[in-house]
């Protein structure tokens, strides 16, 4: 079993940076995929980053420049870390990991990680 617990949302303006970070805890050692997702008010969960089993990180479209997600794997914790945020940003923030061997579109065509965390908000204004 897997327990995440996401941290570092709140305010922002627009173009503001914000670290948000994802500790995990629980049988996590090696675990193949973990991510960063986000659902936007009144729209549906999409993926914002992943790191998959072959150590490749990816990134959506919408933040790929933006945002960088890294690991710390002595401190069980992930990271994303979101610059020159925009109002669109706007979203609850989830981190997920999952032990299975995929690729990138595996996860862009919506494939469901298998631990996620509670969410945390992040709310840019302009």
């Known amino acids: 079993q897997v327990h995440l617990v996401e941290s570092g949302g709140g305010s922002v303006q627009s173009g503001g940076s914000l670290t948000l970070s994802c500790k995990a805890s629980?049988?996590?050692?090696?675990?193949?995929?973990m991510g960063w997702y986000r659902q936007p008010p009144g729209n549906q969960r999409e993926l914002v980053a992943v790191?998959?089993?072959?150590?490749?990180?990816h990134y959506s479209n919408d933040v790929k420049g933006r945002f960088t997600m890294s690991r710390d794997s002595a401190k069980n914790t992930m990271y994303l870390q979101m610059n020159s945020l925009k109002p669109e940003d706007t979203a609850i923030y989830y981190c997920?990991?999952?032990?299975?061997?995929?690729?990138?579109?595996?996860?862009?065509?919506?494939?469901?990680?298998?631990?996620w965390g509670k969410g945390t908000l992040v709310t840019v204004s302009s």
């Open positions: 790191q998959i089993s072959d150590g490749t990180i």
């Open positions: 629980g049988t996590i050692f090696n675990i193949h995929n």
């Open positions: 997920a990991a999952d032990w299975g061997v995929y690729c990138y579109s595996d996860f862009a065509s919506g494939y469901d990680m298998d631990y």
